[in-house]
């Protein structure tokens, strides 16, 4: 909402009215856009920044759950409006869930560019706190995304066993190379060019056809989104191969760190054992000194004295 409020406001103060509130993103699926991101180095702003993207997570979860819900009510609509309704609801909130995951992906990649502050000015106790915090967000968003790709999976089956079903109406023979080229095509193939053609009941078949090219234009959309999850889980690993190499990072400079520590606690010995070494030589001058002047004394005492 916070968003939408200040798109508002820079809507009024250059005088232009302020977004329809129709274009927003429906509750609990506002994407929190970054035109100008802001700058993670306090580790205030890390922390902000990791909570903020897992509550996009939860919200993202909530849309997850939606689609399944609205998956099965397009399934089982009994009448052809109420399947388009719920069709192109499910499309809408689709497309939404998509772009979360899209500005989720995003985000949590800045989040692992940010462990280690550019100039290395934070200790490796706030580069491993970092590591932790974002790794935790990265596996609650795949945790988010395995939902996701569940429920499309499911969708996809329940879907390809309705293209059969309707298939095997018309043509209760028809083999299974037939089935594949009908959804594949999203036609129908000769498959139903003959039933419409030769079936008694052509009302039925025409029902069945109609079924059939709606559900293959689901599971065309459903293979588009499975195979956008995908991605998002290659680019989730890569996270991960970057981590590694953060955690080299870490180590190495823990490790530099460490010997310079080292070279300067060797380096204090040394001026500490100089240090001692010079206050014995001046020790000894100082008693050669007076031992010196004592027998100096001595002599001149003497030879004054005789005088």
């Known amino acids: 909402m916070a968003q939408a409020r200040l798109n508002a406001l820079r809507a009024q103060r250059q005088g232009g009215p302020a977004p329809s509130p129709?274009?927003?993103?429906?509750?609990?699926?506002?994407?929190?856009?970054?035109?100008?991101?802001?700058?993670?180095d306090s580790t205030a702003a890390f922390l902000d920044e990791a909570s903020s993207i897992q509550s996009h997570i939860t919200a993202f979860s909530t849309s997850v759950a939606?689609?399944?819900?609205?998956?099965?009510?397009?399934?089982?609509?009994?009448?052809?409006?109420?399947?388009?309704?719920?069709?192109?609801?499910?499309?809408?909130?689709?497309?939404?869930?998509?772009?979360?995951?899209?500005?989720?992906?995003?985000?949590v990649q800045r989040l692992h560019e940010a462990i280690l502050v550019p100039g290395g000015s934070h200790s490796r106790q706030d580069a491993e706190m970092r590591?932790?915090?974002?790794?935790?967000?990265?596996?609650?968003?795949?945790?988010?995304?395995?939902?996701?790709?569940?429920?499309?999976?499911?969708?996809?089956?329940?879907?390809?066993m309705r293209v059969e079903r309707q298939i095997r109406i018309v043509k209760a023979d028809a083999t299974q190379a037939e089935i594949d080229q009908a959804i594949a095509s999203g036609e129908g193939g000769q498959v139903f060019m003959q039933a419409l053609s030769q079936s008694a009941n052509y009302a039925e078949a025409r029902s069945a056809y109609s079924e059939v090219q709606g559900r293959a234009?689901?599971?065309?959309?459903?293979?588009?989104?499975?195979?956008?999850?995908?991605?998002?889980?290659?680019?989730?690993?890569?996270?991960?191969?970057?981590?590694?190499?953060?955690?080299?990072?870490?180590e190495n400079n823990a490790i530099e760190v460490e010997r310079h520590a080292a070279e300067a606690t060797e380096q204090v010995g040394i001026a500490v054992r100089f240090a001692e070494k010079a206050r014995k030589k001046r020790w000894i001058c100082f008693c050669i000194t007076v031992v010196v002047i004592i027998v100096l004394a001595i002599v001149l005492a003497i030879v004054f004295g005789k005088k």
């Open 22 to 40: 129709s274009l927003a993103s429906p509750p609990g699926h506002e994407l929190s856009t970054f035109p100008s991101a802001p700058a993670l």
């Open 66 to 107: 939606r689609i399944g819900t609205l998956g099965a009510r397009t399934l089982d609509a009994v009448d052809d409006a109420a399947a388009a309704r719920a069709r192109a609801e499910l499309d809408a909130l689709v497309a939404d869930t998509r772009a979360q995951s899209q500005e989720i992906k995003r985000r």
């Open 131 to 160: 590591r932790n915090r974002a790794t935790y967000v990265r596996q609650k968003f795949v945790e988010a995304l395995q939902r996701f790709q569940q429920v499309e999976r499911e969708q996809r089956a329940k879907a390809r």
């Open 217 to 250: 234009q689901d599971l065309r959309k459903l293979e588009e989104t499975m195979a956008e999850l995908a991605q998002l889980f290659v680019d989730m690993d890569v996270l991960v191969n970057q981590q590694d190499d953060t955690l080299v990072a870490i």
